[in-house]
């Protein structure tokens, strides 16, 4: 940014002002060589029979001229410099310190020789085909398919997956994923902008970095200002009347743009953190603004609404106490990265057991291996993929079979918990099914959806939508956004449900990274919050530039005067958005995985407890 023009206008404004009157006839002609594009997009305006912020700044430079006031124009020319440096400087360190937090990658590889010899090389030079090492607390800088290995991998910058999971020989490892445990080799697939974290960076930053505007930090900043012209003017005429042009000049000096300008993108900065913490890209600033005003929700029928939730069917223990081996068991299953350690887990729940993560041994194909309480815990069975119903498991204590669990899933859907969360945040949500009525009317009733249709068709889709909306109901749609390219056009907001090619669908608002929409109703309460927040810092921007238009009525304020006041709302503002960026945001992923203190937890959850082991 350059401050010399600012910086000689001010020095030569001030100069005129308290030393040399003399050198006043420089100020104003530099103010007025300053403004000559004002001048004529002014004059374009007014060919259009328009007006908006260039004629109320060739106002300014008219009254500026007229009053003689060229100390308080250049200090605020000053002002808009020095706020204009700030907000691109914070927003590109901000933006930045997003990305390494969400899908940062480190800058080397290991890459894996013939000989089987480990280098490190810049990750840049990486290309498809070579073989690559990660080991256990490393970040993955490519995407690539595991050759060997096994490793419980947390992916929810990438995936949104609330919990790691486990990766084995043939799964697909994303860049940005880093590995809690295990070691994986993997053969690379895709490097550098080609990978799934390069595209979620480049939706992130041109959600964040807006493009600058002519007359305005942003289009936020440009069109909140734009209301508040024809105000200015009418208030700035009848201070001419009650006053001189003195008052005028000072109802026109306050700054409505930039604070605005300011904390809508850092607001829009920390919205966006959240959201993929939770899993889901923002890929419209404007999406969080439009998602707020939903009333309906129309949810195509997806696989991923079909998925039941797993439980424990079968404990057979043999000659241990069922709520011991139960215990251990899920101790263990933290680290399997499936569904059958969340049953555990919810077992445990049921019966008043409290679970921690045990210390980890080993982790491969089939199981993993922990320490727990002195005994080697080991939790084996065959590696799942969705398999259903899921297989069994069995636990050994000290190499001894103490018990073997068989699972199932229970019929209970795993989005109906999150369909009846979106119902008490006064949406109603309906189910848009290609099925046939008998199939579609059961997948409705699990789901407990306030509606449904059959046979629905894109077309079908399209229409209903359009109506919704030419009776004035926003409606989002939720599904395919690439088969239903025309639907997704038609509604109010837009939002991809899974599919690894989701970013790149033009028609989209927001993607949700993982296969579920259990995050929905913590983004719509986002929207709700990101809109209540945004409509603080407008009013904050009103109530000190309101008060210069009463202080110039009521106490002759100068337009001096009104620069800092304005600008000391525009401070005010602006620390409170840096604030909001700086809060510490929750997230819905397994607090047994981001607790700093899980270990302390770990350590007083196993005080006094003893495994009983078979003989």
Known sequence: MNFAPANVSLGVAATGEFVLPIVTPVTAAMLVLSNLETFRDTAHQA????????????????VTL???QFLSAALMFWCFRYWEHRYRRDLAVENQALLEQTVGSPGEVRILADSDETGLVPKDTVVAGQRVRVLAGEIV??????LGGAAL??????RGSQAPVRRITGDQVLAGSRLIAGALDLEVLRSGDETQAARIAQCITETTMPTPRSWALNRDAEEFAGRAVAPTFIAASA??????????AAILRPDYATGVGLAAPLETLRDVKFAIRNGAVIRSASAFGRLATISWILLEDHEALHDAQCEVAVLRANRSDENEVLLVAAAAGVWLGDGRGSALAQACRERGLIVRRADLREIDSRGVTVDYRGHAVRLHGDSISGADPLLPLAVELDGIEAAGIRFRRNGRLMAAATVRRLQRRGLRVFLASERSAEAAATLASRLSVDRHWSGMRVDDKVQLLRSLRQNGVAAVFVGDCKAGAAASREAHLAIALAGDDALGWERSDIVLLGPSIASLPDLFELARDHTKRVALARHMVMAPNLLCVFGAFAFGWTGLAAVFVSNFGTSMVYGRAMRSLRVPLPSSADPRWYNDDHARATAHATEGFAVSIPS
């Open 47 to 62: 060919r259009e029979g328009k007006f908006g912020l260039p004629l109320l700044y060739t106002s300014i430079v008219g």
């Open 66 to 68: 007229a009053t003689g």
């Open 141 to 146: 800088a490519i995407d690539a398919r595991v």
């Open 153 to 158: 991998v947390d992916e929810a910058a990438v």
């Open 239 to 248: 201070g001419l009347v009650v006053g001189d042009l003195n008052t005028a």
